[in-house]
Structures are given as C-alpha cells and as structure tokens.
Nanobody
Framework: EVQLVESGGGLVQPGGSLKLSCAAS????????MSWVRQAPGKGPEWVSS???????YYKDSVKGRFTISRDNAKNTLYLQMNSLKPEDTAVYYC???????????GGQGTQVTVSS
C-alpha cells in the first residue's frame, strides 16, 4: 500500500522559512518522480514543484527562486525547502507520485502551511 506522510508545516511570518518532508513507503521510491501539490482555502489544488528520476527539478513560476525540492532515496523521503514565504503560499501541501501532478493523492492528509503576521 502506497503511503505518503507529510510533515513540517506550521505558522510562519511573511519572509520566513519552513522545510516540508514527505515520508514514502509501499512502493520503490527511487523509481518514481515526485511532486508537491498545494490547495489553498476555497481554491482548487495546484502543482507546485516536481523532481524527476534524474534529479531534475521543476517549479511553478510563483515559487521559483524561493522553494527548493529535493529527495533522499536512501531515506525514502521527499523535501520542500520554502524560503521568503508569502501569505499567498498559505495552503495544505501534499506530496504525490509522478511529475507535474496537479491533484493530491487519494486520502492524503497533507501538512498545513500558514503564512501570516
């Protein structure tokens, strides 16, 4: 059974930083590209960032230069370092299999990120 458990969210002031983690199990993590997807209150989910099998990274324009996606295949863990956070980054963040994924995984819990002063 595929399991993706996100953590690391919280309340942060504008300009602050957070590092999200996604612990993966139940599938060969190193054989899959991975993505972060977010859903803001009252809005549909949107793709944020992806990392492919070769380590190439991709970002939504609004987070380029502020967010960094990475992975540790030995630990079966995906990360998202978020710097210079803005109120518009407020959302529940999910990790998902595949690249350019635009929807959270079924049953995903996500981790809440709130950027507010």
């Amino acid at each position: 059974e595929v399991q993706l458990v996100e953590s690391g969210g919280g309340l942060v002031q504008p300009g602050g930083s957070l590092k999200l983690s996604c612990a993966a199990s139940g599938f060969p993590f190193g054989n899959y590209g991975m993505s972060w997807v977010r859903q803001a209150p009252g809005k549909g989910p949107e793709w944020v960032s992806s990392i492919d099998l070769g380590g190439s990274t991709y970002y939504k324009d609004s987070v380029k230069g502020r967010f960094t996606i990475s992975r540790d295949n030995a630990k079966n863990t995906l990360y998202l370092q978020m710097n210079s956070l803005k109120p518009e980054d407020t959302a529940v963040y999910y990790c998902s299999l595949g690249i350019f994924t635009t929807t959270p995984p079924p049953g995903g819990q996500g981790t809440q990120v709130t950027v507010s002063s």
